[in-house]
């Protein structure tokens, strides 16, 4: 075998230097549709992670064609809430060529924004529209009543509705009544409190909105501090604020996720405002927000406390993926009797909580570092865990860093994720291992296994993707078959 040898095997490595396993396609671009914003990471520029989930979904078209690509970019959009990954795949599938492709545009729309953004990916990619778009998009815009149409103008983007009306045709009474300006401005919160003329009219207009309920579930959490600078009564709040904030058909309805309302509350907090009431109608809220929790009992939640896990979300936020992470892990601690909840960065700690504690208190009690150091050694959560659990959650960016011990003339002990997971699966057997990646980057610390699950989501939906994933299903094979 002079030319023929043996070919060398590839070796990855995280971020942070630790042994690391590539992803499957499916895996890496599913953890990309389901859950991110498509902004900077720590490790990662918004730029670079946009050009990877491109070259990601021409793989994914290319092997399950473009209408299973468009599908499940239609269920990150209206099921989970996700607008500029879906709206980036959709403008990839706009220039090829499959059955159904009107139909499959025009139940993509959630909103008339969606129509302009993905206009603007098209000019992005280099691509002009194409006809199953345009006929798409004048089905879903045909449909939209006067009010739409009136709070959906976006003057002063690059494609506002008069722009997208022209290109793509729709017919319907409101469309001729909005081309001829025969629509007046719609009774919104956004009119509203931008033509008061003082604060003191712009605070009764809040209190106004608030008793007739005129604020949608986003706008009610986002303005929730505004609310309150204006003054609202304690009445208005026990009689109008607080059913409206724990109205669990608006949560459902508003697509909100667990860290958007724990956001609401962190803001409310900071800015010295603790009014019990709505303190307790957020945590009502947050507990609706995370839906009907599956029977995850007998199971271990492992933190990444580290540095990197400061990240924020998105560019808009002011929450780190931590944070985001620590809402999931509360979930499903609140929602259990048999759990246990170990963070860790260059160690691990275990912590128990006391009775009756509400979400809040254990997501800023799960958040704190509590001396585990800035690294991210997963292998250390496992070395602590003792005892044999059903699942384990590892919630983290699983850029993992392997640490080595020095006894006298060796190294006598690896603290890497795969020996030490390994180690405890040969003394406890082997659980269901469920991994929310909140990093979204090319390589994980753990070997590939049927065992090992990735499952991130942002809302409630990532409980639904457990229990299809303990059948053993791949979450697009489900979405593929169901939706």
């Not at 942070?16 to 498509?38: R, V």
């Not at 924004?113 to 998009?137: P, T």
């Not at 904030?245 to 958007?260: C, D, H």
């Not at 979204?440 to 809302?459: E, F, M, V």
């Amino acid at each position: 075998m002079k030319w023929n040898t043996t070919a060398p095997k590839q070796t990855y490595n995280t971020y942070e230097g630790g042994k690391a396993y590539q992803h499957t396609l499916e895996d890496e671009w599913s953890n990309f549709i389901f859950s991110s914003y498509l902004g900077d990471s720590y490790y990662e520029t918004e730029e670079q992670v946009q050009q990877r989930y491109i070259e990601l979904t021409e793989k994914i078209i290319a092997k399950y064609g473009p209408e299973i690509a468009g599908k499940i970019a239609q269920f990150s959009r209206n099921e989970l809430g996700l607008r500029s990954i879906s709206q980036l795949t959709m403008a990839m599938i706009n220039d090829k060529q499959f059955s159904g492709k009107r139909q499959l545009f025009a139940k993509y729309f959630h909103r008339p924004d969606d129509v302009a953004e993905i206009l603007a990916a098209m000019d992005m990619l280099g691509q002009h529209w194409s006809h199953g778009f345009v006929r798409g998009a004048g089905d879903y815009l045909s449909t939209l009543k006067e009010y739409q149409l009136a709070k959906y103008k976006m003057l002063g983007k690059k494609y506002n509705l008069y722009d997208c009306i022209n290109i793509c045709h729709p017919k319907s009474k409101a469309i001729t009544a909005f081309k001829k300006n025969q629509i007046d401005a719609p009774d919104t919160w956004e009119v509203k409190i931008s033509t008061a003329k003082s604060k003191d009219d712009k605070n009764k207009e809040w209190v106004r909105l608030v008793r007739e309920g005129k604020l949608g579930y986003l706008a009610l959490l986002r303005n929730l501090r505004n609310i309150i600078e204006a003054n609202i009564s304690n009445t208005d709040i026990q009689k109008y604020l607080v059913p409206q904030l724990t109205n669990e058909t608006a949560i459902k309805r508003s697509l909100v996720y667990p860290y958007q309302i724990y956001n609401a509350y962190m803001a409310i907090k900071n800015a010295g405002y603790v009014n019990t009431a709505i303190i307790g109608g957020l945590e009502q809220a947050f507990i609706y927000s995370c839906g009907n929790m599956p029977d995850l009992n007998h199971s271990a939640i492992i933190l990444d406390v580290s540095g990197s896990m400061e990240d924020r979300v998105s560019k808009q936020s002011n929450m780190t993926i931590k944070q985001l992470g620590a809402c999931f892990a509360a979930a499903i601690y609140l929602s259990q009797p048999d759990v246990t909840f170990v963070k860790f960065g260059n160690t691990a700690l275990e912590k128990t909580f006391r009775k009756n504690i509400t979400p809040f208190e254990i997501i800023n009690q799960m958040c704190a570092n509590d001396g585990c150091g800035f690294g991210t050694c997963l292998g250390s959560a496992y070395q602590i865990l003792n005892r044999k659990y059903d699942n384990i959650f590892i919630i983290s960016d699983m850029q993992t860093m392997d640490v080595n011990e020095w006894e006298g003339y060796g190294w006598y002990h690896s603290t890497s994720t795969s020996q030490t997971y390994r180690e405890y699966t040969n003394k406890y057997g082997t659980p269901e291992v469920y991994s929310f990646d909140l990093g979204h980057y090319h390589t994980t610390a753990h070997s590939p296994a049927d065992n090992i699950h990735l499952i991130t989501a942002l809302n409630d939906k990532v409980f639904k993707f457990i229990e299809i994933q303990k059948t053993g299903k791949n979450l697009i094979s489900y979405i593929i078959e169901n939706y």
